[in-house]
């Protein structure tokens, strides 16, 4: 919470003032900022993505959900670590509390995409074919791939849905703006089921040019959402993240969301602190 008032909504503006101060606040996110200086490196170090075997690295270093490389100790794994145990902007949240506000509109302009299913041995990812972009706040931003977590990394009031999606993109300054959704139990997901049918068992990679999907179909009719500056969820946890997670979630079968388990039975973070960052919910 901050010393605004709960009642006042925040503008376009302020918002965006507030995350310029953000930003240049944050050694870390200036510095990892410069260190992605081309997209495939975003695309490799990016939220969520892990890296594929051959390229293991700097921030990667065997790190898991659980025991001795679990979420609390990522922090300790390597020096590009220490944000995930020290920072105070990290992500996922509970998305309780939000403050109703005019955070700006997301306008999504996806285009049909080649399959292209990673296991990286952290989630499955679907890298997507160039030429996808959001605008967000009046930047645009390129979309680079999304993957999937279960349960739901972000909680409502406490509660997490059984999975999350993230759409995951990259502006020119480097810069990077997550869109969140979250997935609950109902009739099956048909544009996930192509997805479902040919992820890898185990890490790596499957390309399957004779199929296309739209990613924009995987998104919610109802396009409110939460705002926060947050951070990736993986390591090395950097804090140059803009989140945006949809309010209304989307559906999937109980048979998707078990075969997803049956890869990866538990790859959400624990929920971080929301510290001094604002909340913000649109109308
Ligand atoms: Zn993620």
Redesign the pocket.
Known sequence: MTSQSKHQPFSRRSVLKYMAGAAAACPTCMSVASALASEKKVAAVG??AGKPAAAKGHGDAHWSYGGDTGPGHWGEMSAGNKVCSMGFQQSPIDLRDAIPASPGQISVLYKPTTLRVVNNGH?IQCNTDPGSTMMLDGEKFRLLQF?F?HPS?HAMDGRRFDM?C?FVHVNDAGMLA?LGVFIEPGGENNVLAPVWQHMPKTKGEKKVPSVHINPAQLLPADRRYYRYLGSL??PPCSEKVIWSVFSQPVQASTAQVSQFAGLFDMNARPLQGLHRRLLLKSG
Request: glycine letters at 10%.
């Open positions: 939220h969520g989630t993957h977590h990394e999350e993230h997550v969820t993986t």
